[in-house]
């Protein structure tokens, strides 16, 4: 406006006098403040400032780099080892304490229903598969906002950073309505298609319209967990999730206690929980530093969102894949009566604690190669997958031996009947057999997304997860209609998947096809 124009040739001269001063004596700590000025005021200076505004230009990756230095992780300087824990360990707490939201509706209600109990853990149990689906999508098209916003930083584009991180925050509130309103007209063909059984069909479809309704700010959230730590920040995520995982829990048992409700109450209080987790992450961005939020800017830029969906749309459907398949598997296990449901749901809430884990690892690497990719690092790319590979397999051993060792008490905690309890491990020691797989895939995938390189393993995953199970349940299961025979198609699925993954790896390259361009354009 008018008032931008007056102020033009003040804050010119000044910041010209102020970069020249800079030039001949360093990159000082008293100047940050002009770095943090440009950076959240988003001055935009004309391009007729010809020598000065060209070494302003050519300073935009050392700008990017102190400030990320400064406040968040740097994840292109100094030892790898060390850092990628720190960033992948705060990841897993945050998705463990998430998991837990759904761990304390499945606890209160198996405990505090009464005779409704074992009825009411099915019917949040149920719910999983379709859950998943919903937000393993749009937690995948947040992820290639991760990436876009950390390889703009990685090459020092803050103009970028600032149209992803916006069109990242309108894009997570118009798709939470959309599912929102969506989920509503087909909730109940859902629970059909899942084979729910009548006992358990409406008090799976009351949970199930609840939680859509919460949508909008669920998926705020995660997008705005995908942009503090494509900067390297991952304890912000989980303090704003720790606070509302806290008051999950206490209104679950006011709900549900005091106020004699039961399945719909325990999910008023996740959709409430949500809320605030993801009111406390806005408010952070709307007075961050290296990236902000400005409420009049909010708007979807295109060239933003064409970039997050190429990379994200086929993350978010490689992750719903799974999800996808999880819900066939949900309507085998669920023809098996109500008891093997809850010791599945039961079970589900505690595999996901080392799945957490594990995954962590495949968020670190994705960012830590995104922000390197685009610092033209690409030997540090590599070292990042290699090490994110040995890591994981310690973290993840560590964490799946925690939970074997104390998981008939944890599921006691869900469900104090014995055959749930027993029905239940069977199903974790299934599981965790496969997770060597699990962990490959997970890292090759996250290495490949780094690069922008998200369709293929989409499309693998299709076939070697998805195309697997469903062959699986439609044509082995109906001849051995045991528990045991369900739970088989993971570990064959996810080592079919892996091969696929590898294969794809050593097709495309990323690493070497780079490292070899870029050395003809120096030759040229």
Not at 306 to 329: C, D, E, V, W
Not at 456 to 464: D, E, H, Q, V
């Amino acid at each position: 406006g008018s008032d931008y124009q007056k102020g033009l040739p003040f804050c010119r001269e000044n910041t010209l006098l102020q970069l020249r001063a800079q030039m001949q004596c360093g990159f000082l700590q008293t100047d940050r403040k002009l770095y943090k000025f440009g950076l959240d005021s988003r001055l935009r200076f004309p391009y007729d400032m010809s020598l000065d505004f060209y070494a302003f230009q050519t300073k935009g990756e050392e700008i990017m780099q102190a400030m990320t230095k400064q406040r968040h992780m740097d994840m292109l300087n100094g030892p790898l080892w060390s850092k990628l824990p720190r960033y992948a360990l705060p990841v897993a707490a945050t998705g463990i304490l998430g998991q837990l939201f759904n761990a304390a509706d499945v606890a209160v209600v198996g405990n505090f229903t009464g005779e409704l109990r074992t009825v009411a853990v099915a019917a949040v149990g149920a719910n999983s598969p379709v859950i998943g689906l919903l937000l393993n999508l749009f937690i995948g098209i947040a992820l290639g906002a991760n990436v876009v916003i950390a390889n703009a930083i990685g090459r020092g584009d803050r103009e970028t950073v600032h149209r992803a991180v916006h069109t990242s925050i309108v894009t997570a509130l118009v798709g939470g309505v959309l599912v929102a309103l969506f989920g509503q007209l087909v909730a109940g063909g859902l629970m059909g298609l899942l084979n729910v059984p009548e006992d358990v069909y409406p008090l799976a479809l009351s949970y199930l319209r609840i939680y859509l309704l919460g949508m909008p700010v669920i998926l705020l959230y995660n997008f705005e967990a995908a942009i503090f730590r494509s900067i390297g920040d991952t304890k912000m995520p989980l303090a704003a999730l720790t606070v509302s995982g806290i008051l999950n829990v206490l209104l679950n048992l006011f709900f549900v206690i005091v106020l004699k409700m039961n399945v719909n109450g325990v999910a008023i209080a996740t959709v409430l929980s949500n809320a605030v987790s993801s009111v406390l992450l806005l408010r952070r961005l709307l007075h961050g530093d290296l990236v902000r939020v400005e409420l009049r800017e909010l708007r979807i830029d295109r060239n933003a969102f064409n970039k997050i969906m190429r990379i994200g749309l086929p993350a978010g459907i490689q992750t719903a894949i799974f999800s996808l398949s999880n819900i066939i598997i949900q309507s085998a296990i669920n023809s098996l009566g109500t008891v093997v449901m809850a010791a599945s749901s039961a079970a589900f809430n505690i595999e996901i604690i080392a799945y957490d884990v594990l995954n962590s690892f495949s968020q670190a690497c994705t960012t830590f190669v995104g922000q390197n990719y685009g610092a033209g690092k690409i030997d540090r790319c590599k070292k990042t997958m290699f090490l994110c590979l040995i890591e994981d397999f310690i973290a993840s051993a560590v964490a799946i031996a925690l939970v074997l060792l104390t998981g008939k008490y944890i599921l006691a905690i869900f469900n104090s009947d014995p055959e749930v309890i027993a029905i239940g491990y069977t199903r974790l020691l299934f599981l965790f057999g496969s997770y060597i797989f699990t962990l490959t895939y997970e890292i090759l995938s996250g290495y490949l997304r780094g690069f922008g390189i998200s369709l293929a393993p989409a499309i693998l995953t299709l076939f070697g997860v998805c195309g697997v199970r469903i062959f699986w349940i439609k044509a082995i299961f109906p001849m051995h209609r045991t528990f045991q025979s369900i739970l088989l198609a993971y570990p064959i699925s996810l080592a079919t998947t892996t091969v696929l993954i590898i294969a794809a790896l050593l097709i495309c390259r990323p690493a070497h096809k780079i490292a070899a361009r870029s050395g003809k354009q120096t030759q040229a």
